[in-house]
């Protein structure tokens, strides 16, 4: 049975930093995990993606400078580290994995989902 669960979530002041962390279950040795993101109004966009396999790390460019990503493939976790929140980066950030062979560098096609987690950054 597939298992994925998120925490961390919270409310921090823009310049801080959150750690958000996600435990995924079911799907062997061999599996790719990722975050994604979705703020209100907005469609839900791509944050990172790992593969345990080769151990790659994909950080969309737009955020590498302030977020980064540690995983623990042996524990199924994988961590993703904020700093310097902005207000833009308010959203409810999703954790999502499925097999290799299903998905993309970025994780496209990621079809097992966390429930979410909110991150809100007040000004």
């Known amino acids: 049975e597939v298992q994925i669960v998120e925490s961390g979530g919270g409310a921090v002041q823009a310049g801080g930093s959150l750690t958000l962390s996600c435990s995924a279950s079911g799907f062997g040795d061999d599996y790719t995990i990722g975050w994604f993101r979705q703020a209100p109004g907005k469609e839900r966009e791509a944050v990172s993606c790992s593969d345990s396999a080769d151990g790659s790390t994909y950080v969309a460019h737009s955020m590498k400078d302030r977020f980064s990503v540690s995983t623990d493939f042996a524990k199924n976790t994988v961590h993703l580290h904020m700093k310097m929140l902005q207000s833009e980066d308010t959203a409810v950030y999703y954790c999502?994995?499925?097999?290799?062979?299903?998905?993309?560098?970025?994780?496209?096609?990621?079809?097992?989902w966390g429930k979410g987690s909110l991150v809100a950054v007040s000004s």
């Open positions: 999502g994995a499925d097999l290799p062979y299903r998905t993309t560098r970025t994780c496209d096609g990621i079809d097992y």
